[in-house]
Nanobody, 124 residues
Framework: QVQLVESGGGLVQAGDSLRLSCAASGRTFRQYTTGWFRQAPGKEREFVAAINYSNSTNYAHSVWGRFTISRDNAKNTVYLQMNSLKPEDTAAYYC??????????????????WGQGTQVTVSS
């Protein structure tokens, strides 16, 4: 069993930066594909970014060039660095881990573990 705990959310202004963290339990976390998703009120959950065991990354078009996903295996943590934030980035952000995937292109339904989420609010 893997537990994921997100942190780093908050209220910022447009153009600011935030770094989200997803801390995981479990020694094999470094082998998992880990993704970030977000869900705004009244909208469906959407993919943001993912990273696989070999640090290959994948991003949604809407965040390309602004967000960077990375992992620190020594700390069992995956990060989402978010720069140039926009009001439309406002959402609850969730990290998820897939224990079986090797790809960084995993649909949300394929993830085995989910965190509780952290809120990001960007004011204009």
């Amino acid at each position: 069993q893997v537990q994921l705990v997100e942190s780093g959310g908050g209220l910022v202004q447009a153009g600011d930066s935030l770094r989200l963290s997803c801390a995981a339990s479990g020694r094999t976390f470094r082998q998992y594909t880990t993704g970030w998703f977000r869900q705004a009120p009244g909208k469906e959950r959407e993919f943001v970014a993912a990273i696989n065991y070999s640090n290959s990354t994948n991003y949604a078009h809407s965040v390309w060039g602004r967000f960077t996903i990375s992992r620190d295996n020594a700390k069992n943590t995956v990060y989402l660095q978010m720069n140039s934030l926009k009001p439309e980035d406002t959402a609850a952000y969730y990290c998820a881990a897939d224990a079986h995937a090797v790809s960084n292109r995993v649909p949300s339904s394929g993830y085995d573990y989910w965190g509780q989420g952290t809120q990001v609010t960007v004011s204009s």
